[in-house]
């Protein structure tokens, strides 16, 4: 009787394992990157007709943090390349998460909470490498976008001009290409290691965010508990990271991180993902005013295709945002950051991104605005920021 016992109970936590594993990654994932509706309204045919001559780039998607192949068609999630393609999007910003505090908020969140991603890394499986070190976690994300390109003719990591001039010139030529760029979201991620600001760099990463959810060596997060400004790790870091020609990107810095960067290095600087204070009253959002610091330095700004940066879940909270950043900011400055995958909802995928288009159409922006917030701006400030050469 208890060798039947035990092995029932051998048999039923054997099951619980494989669930976990097995099928607990597509479980939880179809739990946190979801769609706010469940069919895309249709689209009409001069917008389709403006949308296939667009170039369209996007800021900010996590998609290499989810255990799916990035190269194939899935069925949850919102990015893959096929969605990719289909939507007609020339350039993807992915970031590598490498770090989330249990109970994840936007008013304050402890660097020293229990971490979600350890957890997540354990049920995909990851490398043991990435168990300790939240290095190995940004570089084995890198190479999952690496190996995806390096699988599929219709991806390309873009790491200089040369590279994004071959993908503007592929996609010009009627080429299915979509340019992968990889960034970090938080330098945590450099295990607080000023050599791994290099290390990441010839991995690919052409694109810093300095902090996430949690203040960290760096200096505090929007979302942290000190509001710190620039640790004395924080200048070495972005000072390396400006000579090797890194992008920086303070999506989720506190608004005193942004103030001591901007005057240690008045360098035009990313906002990967976010809305407006003046828009949107969330804490997710800095202040116009520190927005503003960003855009005179020649800043970039993504806006965010979610609920807690645009206070709205349908497309015409993301027009707004982007009708409230041109007038406040400036055209040039606005571009997208969909935070695509990034245990978000969205009104709509990779694919079905000419819903953007028709909204912004909808509400009587100029052809010239659509393609500038579209990706025009983000094609400039690559070709403006991406190291030289091959
Ligand atoms: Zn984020």
Same mark, same amino acid.
């Given at each position: 009787?208890?060798?039947?016992?035990?092995?029932?109970?051998?048999?039923?936590s054997?099951?619980g394992?494989?669930?976990?594993?097995?099928?607990?990654?597509?479980l939880?994932?179809?739990?946190?990157?979801?769609?706010t509706?469940?069919?895309?309204?249709?689209?009409?045919?001069?917008?389709?007709?403006?949308?296939k001559?667009?170039?369209?780039?996007d800021?900010?998607?996590?998609?290499?943090?989810w255990?799916?192949?990035?190269?194939?068609?899935s069925?949850?999630?919102?990015?893959?390349?096929?969605?990719?393609?289909?939507?007609n999007?020339?350039?993807?910003?992915?970031?590598?998460?490498?770090?989330?505090?249990?109970?994840?908020?936007?008013?304050?969140?402890?660097?020293?909470?229990?971490?979600n991603?350890s957890l997540?890394a354990?049920i995909q499986?990851?490398?043991?490498?990435?168990?300790?070190?939240?290095?190995?976690?940004?570089?084995?994300q890198a190479d999952?976008?690496?190996?995806?390109?390096?699988?599929?003719?219709?991806?390309?990591?873009?790491?200089?001009?040369?590279?994004?001039?071959n993908v503007?010139?592929?996609?010009?030529?009627?080429?299915?290409?979509? &340019?992968a !760029?990889i *960034?970090?979201?938080?330098s945590?991620?450099?295990?607080?290691?000023?050599d791994? $600001? /290099? +290390?990441?760099? @010839?991995?690919?990463f052409?694109?810093?965010?300095?902090?996430?959810?949690f203040?960290?060596a760096?200096? &505090?997060? !929007?979302? *942290?508990e000190?509001?710190?400004?620039?640790?004395?790790?924080?200048?070495q870091? $972005? /000072? +390396?990271?400006? @000579?090797?020609?890194?992008?920086i990107?303070?999506?989720?810095?506190?608004?005193?991180?942004?103030?001591d960067?901007?005057?240690?290095?008045?360098?035009?600087?990313?906002?990967?993902?976010?809305?407006?204070?003046?828009?949107?009253?969330?804490?997710?959002?800095?202040?116009?005013?520190?927005?503003?610091?960003?855009?005179?330095?020649?800043?970039?700004?993504?806006?965010?295709?979610?609920d807690?940066?645009?206070c709205?879940?349908?497309?015409?909270?993301?027009?707004?945002?982007?009708?409230?950043?041109?007038d406040?900011?400036?055209?040039?400055?606005?571009a997208?950051?969909?935070?695509?995958?990034?245990a978000?909802?969205?009104?709509?995928?990779?694919?079905?991104?000419?819903?953007?288009?028709q909204?912004l159409?909808?509400?009587e922006?100029?052809?010239?605005?659509?393609?500038?917030?579209?990706?025009?701006?983000?094609?400039r400030?690559?070709?403006?920021?991406?190291?030289?050469?091959g």
């Amino acid at each position: 009787m208890i060798r039947t016992i035990l092995f029932a109970l051998g048999l039923l936590s054997l099951i619980g394992v494989s669930v976990v594993f097995g099928l607990g990654p597509a479980l939880f994932e179809q739990s946190m990157n979801r769609l706010t509706v469940d069919s895309q309204p249709s689209v009409d045919s001069t917008t389709l007709a403006l949308h296939k001559t667009l170039v369209i780039g996007d800021l900010h998607a996590d998609t290499a943090l989810w255990q799916r192949p990035i190269e194939s068609r899935s069925n949850r999630g919102h990015v893959d390349l096929e969605r990719l393609l289909e939507g007609n999007i020339t350039l993807q910003m992915f970031t590598t998460v490498t770090k989330s505090p249990r109970g994840q908020n936007y008013e304050e969140n402890s660097s020293e909470a229990f971490d979600n991603i350890s957890l997540l890394a354990l049920i995909q499986r990851w490398p043991a490498a990435t168990r300790e070190s939240l290095a190995e976690r940004a570089l084995y994300q890198a190479d999952r976008i690496t190996q995806a390109a390096a699988d599929s003719p219709h991806l390309q990591v873009v790491l200089n001009q040369d590279d994004l001039e071959n993908v503007l010139a592929r996609r010009t030529a009627g080429e299915p290409i979509v &340019g992968a !760029l990889i *960034g970090t979201e938080g330098s945590h991620a450099l295990d607080v290691d000023v050599d791994n $600001v /290099d +290390r990441l760099y @010839a991995a690919g990463f052409r694109m810093m965010s300095l902090q996430h959810f949690f203040d960290n060596a760096l200096g &505090g997060s !929007l979302h *942290g508990e000190s509001n710190q400004g620039l640790t004395s790790f924080g200048e070495q870091a $972005v /000072d +390396r990271m400006i @000579a090797l020609g890194i992008m920086i990107d303070v999506a989720h810095s506190s608004e005193a991180v942004v103030q001591d960067l901007l005057a240690r290095h008045p360098v035009p600087l990313i906002v990967s993902h976010t809305g407006f204070q003046g828009h949107c009253a969330s804490p997710r959002n800095i202040s116009d005013a520190t927005m503003e610091l960003i855009t005179t330095a020649g800043g970039l700004i993504g806006v965010g295709f979610w609920d807690g940066a645009i206070c709205g879940d349908d497309v015409d909270s993301i027009v707004g945002a982007i009708r409230y950043g041109i007038d406040r900011f400036g055209l040039e400055h606005i571009a997208l950051g969909s935070d695509w995958d990034g245990a978000i909802s969205a009104p709509f995928d990779a694919a079905n991104i000419a819903q953007l288009t028709q909204g912004l159409l909808d509400a009587e922006f100029s052809e010239a605005e659509i393609r500038a917030v579209m990706g025009g701006n983000m094609v400039r400030f690559l070709k403006n920021h991406l190291p030289q050469g091959g």
